[in-house]
């Protein structure tokens, strides 16, 4: 069964930094997007990040020039550098990765989130 387990989130101070890790498991065949989403106390899950599998990178324009998505597929990781964080950076933070399992076929999986606060 492939699952993703996410890591590094907590609290942290405006202006300051924090690196979300998310890793996969399980027999993969393949990985495809790597994202990473977010979610607001009382809003809905957008997207933050992407980088495809073809090398591209994506990202929403509220952290353009602040975070950093990077991807490992020997290890089957995927980072989120967040720098210069602000209060509204504050939410769940999920990473999506696309996949071939061995025994799922093609399927997109959710890692559990993790919490970011941006607060002084």
């Known amino acids: 069964q492939v699952q993703l387990v996410e890591s590094g989130g907590g609290l942290v101070q405006p202006g300051g930094s924090l690196r979300l890790s998310c890793g996969a498991s399980?027999?993969?065949?393949?990985?495809?997007?790597m994202d990473w989403y977010r979610q607001a106390p009382g809003k809905k899950r957008e997207l933050v990040a992407r980088?495809?599998?073809?090398?591209?990178?994506n990202y929403a324009d509220s952290v353009k020039g602040r975070f950093t998505i990077s991807r490992d597929n020997i290890k089957k990781m995927v980072y989120l550098q967040m720098n210069t964080l602000k209060p509204e950076d504050t939410a769940v933070y999920y990473c999506?990765?696309?996949?071939?399992?061995?025994?799922?076929?093609?399927?997109?999986?959710w890692g559990q989130g993790t919490l970011v606060t941006v607060s002084s």
């Open positions: 980088f495809t599998s073809g090398g591209s990178t």
């Open positions: 399980g027999r993969i065949f393949s990985i495809y997007d």
């Open positions: 999506k990765v696309a996949v071939v399992g061995a025994q799922e076929g093609y399927l997109e999986v």
